[in-house]
């Protein structure tokens, strides 16, 4: 089949990488970036063997540097198919372009010292591609709260009406969860060791064997090769494989990532049936193709989809370190080439689309204003009851208590039974009995003195405990989210 004419589209393609994920991402974990960082931690291995004495030719060095990514993939397929194993298939494929270099190709090392350190290095520069898209999702939504700091929206317990918070306190709520999620995955990214040079099952015998039983060489080894990787130390002790638990530790705080995205989505879905937030509506886009006045939460939604998927992934890695018998299994390697490449690429993508939304997020304060309308009366009752006091009545008299009782429950007959609106305000207007306070109801019912704290609790929040985090990213805050699809 001609190039162009469909043939990607004969076989299954996995969306996350064909509708949704970033091009850095993708190619984080691709083959490319895989097989090219194989043929760097060979190159490392025998530029610190060299400087530690064994025979290596600078010429053999050069061979290897200038063939780092003219991989031939067809024939590294050609070799697996024949000697079915990945790792020395590429050694042969590796071989092919450097005959000089050849016998020193993966002197002395197992296959997990290209396979294990490869994945550690694509686990690193995964958060580093993921810490800078939630710093940015932060500072979107931090900027909506202090924008709407002081804006009385109905809180909600249970999902009833409550007492009045404001819109920017909620995002704050939304924030907290989500600087603990940056704090998580800054500590799961620095706490990442190489693997280094350590053989079949983490003894370094093989590498003993090479430098004639000096065991500084063997050391200083290993230290060159972690440094020249990029990394500041290496495991002191593996097996085979490093610890799969570091396979739970980064997938752990991904799957409370998405948990937290998952949270605030479903709560822009909630806010938006309410008509009081939407998530940005493209000019042509199509909410419905049934009912085209439909504004679908369909980012939101979007993101919830995946979080779950997200969520369910890190029972992978658990499964996987429980499973692992003494040195090591290999039951391991099948799962992990899925579990961490979909982790990686699906937190990618909710924090590209939640910065998308973070950064159209749209308000409307007059439907805000109507639902606190209609809510207030019921939560000022207590307030009506206290200016009555403080114009001469008793707070325990009777009538006092009775009537806004009454009117409570009359009122909530009319909205419930009726379908009427809040008419409380309207009967305590009516009744002779509250005419002292007549002239106080506007202050006694103003929202902005049913909000506590709020305004304050948000200006401090972002101040201590917000805007700090986002120090290291300033650089990168710039980068605007359109998503293709």
């Known amino acids: 089949m001609p190039p162009g004419s469909g043939e990607e589209f004969m076989k299954y393609r996995s969306p996350l990488v064909s509708r949704y994920a970033s091009k850095e991402m993708a190619f984080n974990f691709s083959d490319m970036k895989k097989f090219t960082t194989w043929r760097r931690l060979w190159l490392y291995l025998a530029k610190a063997e060299k400087e530690l004495g064994l025979p290596i030719t600078d010429a053999q060095v050069s061979e290897m540097e200038s063939h780092l990514e003219d991989i031939d993939f067809i024939m590294a397929a050609d070799e697996e198919r024949k000697l079915r194993h990945d790792v020395m298939a590429h050694v042969h494929t590796f071989a092919h372009c450097c005959p000089t270099a050849a016998p020193i190709i993966h002197l002395g090392a197992t296959s997990c010292y290209v396979g294990d350190n490869t994945d550690l290095i694509m686990l690193r520069d995964g958060f580093d591609i993921l810490l800078p898209k939630l710093a940015r999702v932060i500072d979107r939504l931090a900027n909506f709260a202090e924008k709407y700091a002081d804006l009385p929206t109905l809180g909600f317990t249970h999902y009833q009406p409550a007492q009045l918070t404001t819109v920017g306190k909620r995002a704050c709520l ?9 704090r998580n995955l800054q500590r799961a990214r620095e706490d ?57 530790d980064s ?81 391991d390697s099948a799962n992990r080439r899925i579990s961490l490449p979909e982790s990686f690429l699906t937190a990618d993508i909710i924090l590209s689309t939640l910065q998308n939304i973070t950064e159209g997020l749209v308000v409307y304060p007059k439907v805000i204003e109507r639902h606190i309308r209609h809510e207030l009366p019921f939560m000022a009752t207590e307030n009506i009851i206290m200016a009555m006091v403080k114009a001469g009545g008793n707070r325990q008299h009777s009538r006092c208590r009775k009537e806004t009782l009454m009117f409570n429950t009359d009122s909530a007959a009319v909205v419930k039974q009726e379908g009427g609106d809040n008419d409380l305000l309207a009967r305590v207007q009516a009744d002779p009995y509250f005419a002292p306070i007549i002239g106080q109801l506007d202050s006694i019912l103003d929202p902005k003195t049913f909000i506590g704290r709020a305004p304050q609790q948000v200006t401090r929040f972002l101040s201590e405990e917000v805007r700090p985090v986002l120090e290291p990213y300033k650089s990168k805050m710039d980068v605007k989210i359109e998503l293709e699809l």
């Open 192 to 248: 990442l060791r190489f693997r280094g040079v350590k053989g079949t099952t983490g003894t370094q015998a093989s590498f003993l064997q090479l430098f004639q039983g000096d065991h500084e060489k063997v050391e200083e080894l290993d230290r060159k090769v972690t440094e020249m990787a990029g990394f500041k130390k290496s495991y002191l002790v593996t097996g085979q494989t490093y610890s799969r638990k570091v396979d739970i």
């Open 251 to 331: 997938l752990c705080v991904l799957a409370s990532l998405a948990a937290t995205v998952h949270k605030i989505c479903t709560d822009i879905r909630l806010l938006a049936n309410l008509k009081e937030i939407e998530e940005p509506f493209e000019k042509e886009q199509i909410g419905s193709s049934a009912m085209p006045y439909k504004r679908n939460p369909m980012r939101a939604e979007r993101c919830c989809s995946l979080a779950r998927h997200l969520m369910a992934l890190v029972s992978d890695p658990l499964q996987t370190a429980a499973v692992q018998w003494l040195e090591r299994t290999l039951d």
């Open 174 to 182: 939304w924030l907290q969860d989500l600087v603990m999620d940056m």
